[in-house]
């Protein structure tokens, strides 16, 4: 299994729902990214996650919050989000350099 | 994506060969990518080349490194409306992300 599987594939979501996004991947990766990717602009990070501890968080917002259960899983929780969180939500992970996989992302709309 | 800069838009007709063009800042960077997406679809790597190296060639993608200059290249030859897509340079971060730069749409016209 080489690939790095995101759940659900598209989400609309109030600004009061709570929500959560999954990634999953099982080639023996030790290092698991969330990625958010507005329209027409680059992927930017958001957390790292490295042998299950969170690494780097990069300035987001207290309404993301990632999880990371074990070394094949990812979440990222979603609560009293904004319409300008509405993004593609790409996950990815790695083992070495040459090893940097993304999965094809969960589109989310916030309403 | 500031550190790495990237024209936005390229067209080419079928059969020619496309080339996008990356610049980067940092000199350490021990890989750079090639990512593309399509619509609505997450990221696939395309290729990486080793900084240690000038050229790497696959199948119909050629990638050209020139570290003097720190300028990246895509070439793909023989160019199909299925290329038709965003191409993203992208090199490793301090933080083991990679940052990527603006993203460089290829439109294949028939």
């Known amino acids: 299994d080489t690939e790095v599987t995101q759940t659900p594939k598209h989400l609309v979501m109030g600004m009061t729902n709570k929500k959560s996004l999954k990634c999953e991947q099982h080639?023996?990766?030790?290092?698991m990214y969330w990625y958010k990717q507005k329209a027409k602009k680059p992927p930017e990070l958001m957390f790292v996650?490295?042998?299950?501890?969170?690494?780097i968080n990069e300035s987001v917002p207290s309404r993301f919050s990632p999880e990371c259960p074990n070394s094949s899983l990812l979440n990222l929780h979603l609560h009293a989000l904004q319409p300008e969180d509405s993004a593609l939500y790409l996950c990815?992970?790695?083992?070495?350099?040459?090893?940097?996989?993304f999965g094809s992302g969960t589109r989310l709309t916030v309403v | 994506g500031e550190d790495v800069e990237q024209s936005l838009f390229l067209s080419v007709r079928e059969g020619d060969s496309s080339v996008i063009n990356c610049t980067y800042t940092?000199?350490?960077?021990?890989?750079l990518y090639w990512y593309k997406q399509e619509p609505g679809a997450g990221l696939q790597l395309l290729t990486y080349?080793?900084?240690?190296?000038d050229m790497k060639q696959d199948q119909r993608l050629t990638v050209l490194l020139n570290k003097k200059d720190k300028h990246l290249s895509l070439r793909i030859a023989d160019t199909q409306t299925g290329d038709s897509a965003i191409y993203f340079c992208?090199?490793?971060?301090?933080?083991?992300?990679?940052?990527f730069g603006a993203g460089t749409r290829l439109t294949v016209k028939p």
């Open positions: 080639m023996g990766h030790r290092a």
């Open positions: 996650y490295s042998y299950e501890k969170l690494s």
């Open positions: 992208a090199e490793r971060g301090n933080n083991n992300d990679m940052r």
């Open positions: 940092d000199s350490s960077s021990t890989y």
């Open positions: 080349i080793f900084s240690n190296m």
């Open positions: 990815a992970s790695s083992q070495d350099l040459m090893d940097y996989t």
